[in-house]
Antibody, heavy 120, light 107 residues
Framework: QVQLVQSGAEVRKPGASVKVSCRTS????????LHWIRQAPGQGLEWMGI????????GYAQKFQGRITMTSDTSTGTVYMELNSLTSEDTAVFYC?????????????WGQGTLVTVSS | IVLTQSPGTLSLSPGERATLSCRAS???????LAWYRQRPGQAPRLLIY???SRATDIPDRISGSGSGTDFTLTINRLEPEDSAVYYC?????????FGQGTKLEIK
């Protein structure tokens, strides 16, 4: 069974950056892409972007262009999402999620979520 | 593409049927329409993909249907464990979008 394990909760001040990790288990780096999705407190789900862990290719939602970077480390099976210039509106739970193949369009495995709190 | 879910909240009794709607602002490729369930404090879980295909271990009392701009998630024989928020999701290049969610309460 695919497992995505994320790093722990973070607290940042406005203007700072945060880097969240998502470690995959098993032989799952080969045929899929990983996405980052966030959920503000009491709100819905918001797609942030995609990374192909093998090629390192990325695509970001327009809203986050210029302040988000997704990277991968194939040696450890880990992907990272870094978000810069944080504001209080970035306070949210951040999830990594797997798209199980090219153009599958859905997310069949999710990490447990990482709470990022932005507060002065 | 904007996905609008209705109703916002649905309150039903065990054993009843729930019908959740997801309407798109323009035509959606059915292959890209999915449904998720999110229980409090948990990550979302995939229920339906490709508009009507059940994900692994999802019981057949949960089903999806629809095409074009109108999609439906149906849950038969409601159980207390069905209490959750349900989200639809679609992909049209270059972005994925989610509906705002329907909260299902089991009385």
């Amino acid at each position: 069974q695919v497992q995505l394990v994320q790093s722990g909760a973070e607290v940042r001040k406005p203007g700072a950056s945060v880097k969240v990790s998502c470690r995959t288990s098993g032989r799952i780096f080969t045929y899929y892409t990983l996405h980052w999705i966030r959920q503000a407190p009491g709100q819905g789900l918001e797609w942030m972007g995609i990374i192909d862990p093998n090629s390192g290719g990325t695509g970001y939602a327009q809203k986050f262009q210029g302040r988000i970077t997704m990277t991968s480390d194939t040696s450890t099976g880990t992907v990272y999402m870094e978000l810069n210039s944080l504001t209080s509106e970035d306070t949210a739970v951040f999830y990594c999620a797997r798209e199980p193949g090219h153009l599958k369009f859905h997310f069949d495995s999710w990490g447990q979520g990482t709470l990022v709190t932005v507060s002065s | 593409i904007v996905l609008t879910q209705s109703p916002g909240t649905l309150s039903l009794s065990p054993g009843e049927r729930a019908t959740l709607s997801c309407r798109a602002s323009q035509n959606v490729n059915s292959a890209s329409l999915a449904w998720y369930r999110q229980r409090p404090g948990q990550a979302p879980r995939l229920l339906i993909y490709g508009a009507s295909s059940r994900a692994t271990d999802i019981p057949d009392r949960i089903s999806g249907s629809g095409s074009g701009t109108d999609f439906t998630l149906t849950i038969n024989r409601l159980e207390p464990e069905d209490s959750a928020v349900y989200y639809c999701q679609q992909y049209k290049s270059p972005s994925h979008t989610f509906g705002q969610g329907t909260k299902l309460e089991i009385k």
